[in-house]
């Protein structure tokens, strides 16, 4: 029992002084994002239905705020979308679909040391994303709004400017989950994922 008592005490120690020999950073950062957004947009009516590919490239912006402990990072982060459109002309009548996408999302992130001053990373999140679906054409426009559950993994390289300001490159894939729009016609769903591009740059306080 001494034994065993004496031994956690020891464990406890040694975890305490891990604990402390890392030093916690605080760091903000903001990237500029270029998106491939797929849209698959689903009609269901009652005569019938198609399926169609919204696909669009969009621009956005992300803003986080994180803490780095050792090769890890966790951070906060907010993104914020252009709406992704398509422009549809059948039989002499036009309509549009658009979908807006910002979300909100926790990222961890592990820095792979490499003696240099490039950093490559990896990294995960987990998060929610705001959708908002539309269909108009010339006579009507109706939308829905709808929160998901939204996750992303992705990799990168940061380059040291100097022992503060980082210069970022990435790349992630996102899905944002989906959204329907719901009429007595039928249905429109939109379901989106996205290939992101990113640059921007980490300042570490």
Not at 48 to 53: M, P, R
Not at 61 to 66: E, I, L, N, V
Not at 98 to 106: A, R, V
Not at 150 to 172: C, E, H, I
Request: hydrophobic share 35%; proline share 0%.
């Amino acid at each position: 029992m001494n034994k065993t008592l004496l031994l956690a005490g020891v464990a406890a120690c040694l975890f305490a002084a891990n604990a402390n020999a890392v030093e916690l950073k605080q760091y903000v950062s903001g990237k500029l994002t270029y998106s491939d957004m797929s849209n698959d947009v689903k009609y269901t009516e009652e005569d019938g239905g198609a399926k169609e590919k919204a696909d669009d490239n969009v621009l956005g912006g992300s803003f986080a705020y994180g803490i780095k402990a050792g090769a890890v990072r966790t951070e906060l982060e907010l993104n914020i979308h252009e709406d992704a459109e398509k422009k549809y002309t059948e039989d002499g009548e036009s309509w549009k679909n658009s979908l807006e996408n910002n979300s909100i999302m926790l990222n961890a992130y592990y820095d792979i040391d490499t003696g240099t001053k490039f950093t490559p990373y990896v990294g995960a999140g987990i998060g929610m994303a705001r959708l908002k679906g539309k269909v108009a054409d010339t006579d009507e426009s109706i939308s829905k709004s709808k929160t998901n559950f939204a996750w992303q993994v992705g990799a990168g390289v940061s380059y040291a400017m100097t022992d503060n300001l980082s210069l970022d490159a990435g790349y992630r894939y996102m899905d944002s989950g989906d959204v329907t729009i719901k009429e007595d016609w039928g249905k429109v769903k939109f379901d989106s994922t996205s290939h992101e591009f990113l640059l921007g740059a980490r300042y570490t306080f």
